[in-house]
C-alpha cells in the first residue's frame, strides 16, 4: 500500500466531505478519510489496482477538483534517450507524481504532480538521486546563463582533451607512420616503456578530467540497472585503459601478444565524443533561438507613474493598475488600456499586419509591441505571466516538451538497446578472442570497445524532440503557435478540414457592397444621414460607407425606429423611409419594377423612400476573405476535404460554397450541433480538423482531433483550440499544414537515419569485416558516434527555412 495526500477544493460541508471519501473507498484497494477542515484526503492505495490518474478521475466525476500542481525542471548531465527515460522514471516514482514528460533536447522536464503529497524540492531531490543535476525554472530566466556556462564548460574539456590526446596519438601511431620518429623515440626513453607510462599519465588524465562527465553517471545508471550512453563510453574506454594498465604493471603475463597498449583509444575516443557532443550543443542552441527570440522581443523595464513622477523600474515591480509611460519608439512594456495620448503601434510580431495600428485614449495595447512617433500613458492590465507575449511563450515551450506518439517507438526500442548493445560487446570480445588473428587480444578489445562506443543512442533520443522544437518555433515566428506537441503529429494526419463561415472564410464584419439608384450618391446621404441615428449593425454599416466616400451628412428631425422594420425621419424637406422592403410597402410606397427586384441570396437589401416614392435600395454583405478562395483550393490540392460548417441560412451557404469550389456545407447549424457534425466526420474516418474564431465555435473545436482558431476570434475560441493563427489570416492555415507536415517529414527522416546508422554500424564495430582486412577503429567510432548526433540535429534545423504561404493572387 502507498500513502498519498490528495488536496481537494469545492468542498463546502460535511456531506461533500462524506461523498467524496465514499466515491474513493469505493475504488478497488483505496482506505481514504476525508477531512473538510483541511481539505484534503488522505489515501492509502494499492497501485497494482488503482492509479493516480484514476484517482483524480473519481473526484473530478462527482464535481470537486483535486488541487494539481505543475513543476518544470532544467535537468542537467543528460546525454541520450536512455538518460531523459532514466529521469522519467526517477520522477515517476516520487510519491504524488502523475506525470513526468522529460525532453532531451530542451533539458526540461515537466512535472504534474499532488502538491499535498511532494514539492518541488523532492522532484529536485528525486532527478538528483539518480545521477543527473535539477533546478526549478525561474518565471524571469529560462536557463541561458547556465547554458552558456555549460557550453563554455564542455568547450574547455574538448580542449583538455585534445591537447591531452594528441601527444598521445603521436606516441602510438607516429612509430607506424613515421619510422626515424619511432627510431628516436626509443633513442631518448627513459627507461624500456618510458613512452608507453607517459601515454599512461596522459590517458588517465583525460579520463579523470574530460572524462568525468560520463564515468560519474554511467556508473550511476549500473547502479539503478539502466545503463545508457555514459555507461558505453565508461565501459568501453575504461576497459582499454584498464587492460593497458594491466599490460604495463604485469608485462610478464602478455608477452606472448607482444603487450600492446590502447591508451590512444581510450583518451582519443573521450575526444572525439566530446567533439560530437559540443557540436550538438551548439545545434541545440541554433534549435531554441525562436524562444530566445520571443523572450528577447519583451522590455526589460519600464517608466512607472507615481505621485507625478517619473520612475525607471524592473519590470518586475509593475503591477496591475499602474500608470505607465511609453516614449516613441520605446516596446510596450505590458499589456494595457491607452489613457492618454495618441500613436501608431507596430504590431507586426503580434499580427503580422505590417501597417501600424493606429491607438488613441481607451485602445487596449499589447505587450512588446513598438510605440511609434507619439507619447502614451498606459494602465497595466496584465503584467508578468499574464501578458500575450508571456502566452504564447509559455504555449511555444509546452509545445516543444510534449512527447508525440511517433516518439513512443524510440523510446522502446532505446529501452532494450542500451542492454543489448553491452551484450553484443561482451559476445564480440568472446568471439574474438577464441577465433581472432594474433594477437586476438587486441582484435577483441578493440571490437568490443568500438561496438560500445558507436552504439550511443543519442541520435534516437533527438530525433523527435530537436525537430519538434525547430518545427513548432519556426511556426511561431510565421504566426502559427501549437499548444501542444501532440497537435503537430495530429495535423499532419488530417483528412479533413472544417471551415466555420463568418468571420473564418469572411471578415465577420458587413459591408456595402452594392447601391442600386438614379442618384447613388443623393442615395447613400439620405440613408447615412437617417442611419446615424440608429444603432443597429446595417446602420453604422451604411454611415461607414458614407464616410469612406466623404460625404457629409445631413441634419435629421422628427427620426423614429420601428424594430425589425427600418427607421424613419425627416432629411433636408422629405419624409425618409430607411427599412425593409415589406415595412416600405406597408408604408404605401410605390413599386419600382428596377428597384424591387428579387435580391441575390447573401445579402441584405435596405430601401431607401422619400415622400412616398422609392428612390433606390443598397445591398449589404459580410465581405468575403480576400484569400478564402485560394485557400480552400491549396487545401484541396493537397488531398484535403473541404467542409464549410455554419449558422447561417442555406441560400447564403450555398452562395459563398459556390463561390469558393466547396461541395460540402452544413448550413443553419446550430453551435452544439457543429460538435455533432465534426463527431460525424470522425466516424467516417480520417483525423478531422475544425477552424472557428467564435465562442459559438468552443464545441466543435473542442471535438476536433485538432482544433485552429483565428486570433482575430474570441478568447474562449483560442483557449479551446490547439492552434492559434495569431495573424488573424487564413492563409496561415495552410502554413500551420504545410509545417506539421514537414515537421513530421523530418522526425520520420531522423528516425530511420538513427536506427539505420545503428543497424549499419554495429556489426561493422562488432568486426563482420574483419576477414576482409577492415576493422573499425574505437577513435573513428566516437567520432561517428557524434556525427550521428550532429546529423539528426542538422536535418532537423532545416526546419528553420520554412517559408510562410502565399496565395498566388497576394
Not at 516518439?407 to 526500442?413: C, H, N, P, T, Y
Not at 489570416?729 to 513530421?744: G, H, I, W
Request: proline share 4%; glycine share 8%; net charge neutral.
Amino acid at each position: 500500500m502507498k500513502n498519498l495526500e490528495i488536496g481537494v477544493a469545492g468542498m463546502t460541508c460535511a456531506s461533500c466531505s462524506s461523498r467524496v471519501e465514499r466515491t474513493l473507498n469505493r475504488l478497488p484497494g483505496v482506505q481514504a478519510s476525508v477531512n473538510l477542515s483541511t481539505e484534503r484526503a488522505t489515501v492509502a492505495f494499492d497501485p497494482t489496482q488503482t492509479s493516480l490518474e484514476t484517482l483524480r478521475a473519481a473526484i473530478v466525476d462527482i464535481g470537486y477538483q483535486p488541487v494539481v500542481a505543475q513543476s518544470e525542471l532544467e535537468v542537467g548531465g543528460m546525454t541520450c534517450a536512455s538518460c531523459s527515460s532514466r529521469v522519467e522514471r526517477a520522477l515517476g516514482k516520487v510519491s504524488g507524481v502523475l506525470s513526468a514528460s522529460v525532453n532531451l533536447a530542451t533539458e526540461r522536464a515537466m512535472v504534474e504532480y499532488f502538491p499535498d503529497s511532494t514539492n518541488q524540492d523532492q522532484l529536485i531531490a528525486a532527478v538528483v538521486n539518480a545521477g543527473y543535476e535539477a533546478r526549478a525554472v525561474r518565471a524571469d530566466a529560462r536557463g541561458e546563463d547556465r547554458k552558456i556556462f555549460q557550453l563554455r564548460l564542455m568547450r574547455k574539456d574538448l580542449l583538455t582533451a585534445v591537447v591531452l590526446a594528441v601527444p598521445i596519438l603521436c606516441l602510438s601511431m607516429g612509430p607506424l607512420l613515421f619510422p626515424a620518429l619511432g627510431r628516436w623515440l626509443q633513442e631518448n626513453a627513459l627507461f624500456g616503456r618510458f613512452w608507453d607510462w607517459v601515454q599512461a599519465v596522459l590517458a588517465t588524465l583525460v579520463l579523470a578530467g574530460p572524462g568525468r562527465r560520463f564515468f560519474r553517471p554511467g556508473l550511476i545508471a549500473y547502479r539503478h540497472l539502466s545503463p545508457d550512453m555514459n555507461s558505453l563510453v565508461a565501459t568501453g574506454t575504461g576497459a582499454a585503459w584498464l587492460f593497458s594498465m594491466i599490460v604495463l604493471i604485469f608485462p610478464e603475463l602478455f608477452s606472448q601478444v607482444g603487450g600492446h597498449v590502447y591508451f590512444d583509444s581510450a583518451a582519443v575516443v573521450i575526444a572525439a565524443i566530446l567533439l560530437g557532443k559540443y557540436l550538438e550543443e551548439l545545434a541545440k542552441g541554433r534549435a531554441s533561438q525562436a524562444i530566445r527570440h520571443l523572450v528577447d522581443l519583451q522590455a526589460k523595464d519600464a517608466t512607472l507613474l507615481k505621485d507625478g513622477q517619473e520612475q525607471r523600474v524592473p519590470l518586475n515591480r509593475i503591477r496591475t493598475g499602474d500608470h505607465l509611460l511609453v516614449r516613441p519608439g520605446e516596446r510596450l512594456p505590458v499589456d494595457g488600456i491607452v489613457l492618454e495620448g495618441e500613436s501608431y503601434i507596430d504590431a507586426a510580431m503580434l499580427t503580422g499586419e505590417v501597417l501600424p495600428e493606429h491607438k488613441k485614449a481607451g485602445d487596449a495595447v499589447v505587450g512588446a509591441t513598438i510605440n511609434g512617433n507619439g507619447r502614451l500613458i498606459i494602465e497595466a492590465t496584465a503584467v508578468g505571466q499574464n501578458t500575450v507575449i508571456a502566452h504564447i511563450i509559455q504555449m511555444v515551450e509546452q509545445a516543444q516538451a510534449g512527447k508525440l506518439p511517433i516518439q513512443g517507438l524510440a523510446d522502446r526500442v532505446v529501452r532494450v538497446f542500451t542492454p543489448l548493445v553491452i551484450g553484443i560487446a561482451l559476445l564480440s570480445f568472446m568471439v574474438w578472442l577464441w577465433l581472432g588473428p594474433s594477437p586476438a587480444i587486441t582484435v577483441a578489445l578493440l571490437s568490443a570497445v568500438a561496438v560500445l562506443v558507436v552504439a550511443c543512442p543519442c541520435a534516437m533520443g533527438l530525433a523527435t524532440p530537436a525537430a519538434v522544437m525547430v518545427g513548432t518555433g519556426r511556426a511561431a515566428e510565421l504566426g502559427v503557435f501549437f499548444r501542444k506537441g501532440l497537435a503537430l503529429e495530429t495535423l499532419a494526419q488530417v483528412k479533413t478540414v472544417c471551415l466555420d463561415k463568418t468571420g473564418t472564410l469572411t471578415r465577420g464584419t458587413p459591408a456595402v457592397c452594392e447601391i442600386v439608384a438614379d442618384d447613388v450618391r443623393q442615395v447613400l446621404t439620405l440613408a447615412a444621414s437617417l442611419e446615424a441615428a440608429s444603432e443597429h449593425p446595417l446602420a453604422r454599416t451604411i454611415v461607414q460607407a458614407a464616410r469612406e466616400r466623404e460625404i457629409s451628412l445631413s441634419p435629421v428631425t422628427d427620426f423614429q425606429a420601428v424594430p425589425g422594420r427600418g427607421v424613419e425621419g425627416v432629411v433636408a424637406g422629405q419624409k425618409i423611409l430607411v427599412g425593409t422592403a415589406v415595412w416600405l410597402q406597408e408604408n404605401g410606397v410605390e413599386q419600382d419594377a428596377k428597384f424591387w427586384t428579387e435580391p441575390q441570396v447573401a445579402q441584405s437589401w435596405v430601401y431607401i423612400a422619400g415622400n412616398g416614392h422609392l428612390l433606390g435600395k443598397i445591398a449589404i454583405q459580410d465581405s468575403v476573405r480576400p484569400e478564402s478562395l485560394a485557400v480552400v483550393r491549396q487545401l484541396q490540392s493537397m488531398g484535403m476535404r473541404v467542409v464549410m460548417i455554419t449558422g447561417d441560412s442555406q441560400s447564403a451557404a450555398r452562395h459563398l460554397a459556390e463561390h469558393l469550389g466547396l461541395e460540402e456545407f452544413y448550413a443553419e447549424v446550430l453551435p452544439q450541433d457543429k460538435a455533432n457534425i465534426v463527431k460525424q466526420l470522425q466516424s467516417q474516418g480520417g483525423k478531422v480538423a475544425f477552424v472557428g474564431d467564435g465562442i459559438n465555435d468552443a464545441p466543435a473545436l473542442a471535438q476536433a482531433d485538432v482544433g485552429l482558431a483565428l486570433a482575430s476570434g474570441t478568447d474562449i475560441a483560442m483557449e479551446t483550440a490547439d492552434l492559434t493563427l495569431t495573424h488573424g489570416d487564413l492563409s496561415a492555415l495552410v502554413t500551420a499544414v504545410q509545417a506539421a507536415r514537414k515537421t513530421m517529414a523530418t522526425i520520420r527522416g531522423n528516425l530511420f537515419w538513427a536506427f539505420f546508422y545503428n543497424i549499419l554500424l554495429i556489426p561493422v564495430a562488432a568486426g563482420v569485416l574483419i576477414p576482409w582486412g577492415f576493422q573499425l577503429n574505437p577513435m573513428l567510432a566516437g567520432l561517428a558516434m557524434g556525427m550521428s548526433s550532429v546529423f539528426v540535429l542538422s536535418n532537423s534545423l532545416r526546419l528553420k527555412w520554412l517559408r510562410p504561404w502565399v496565395p498566388d493572387s497576394v
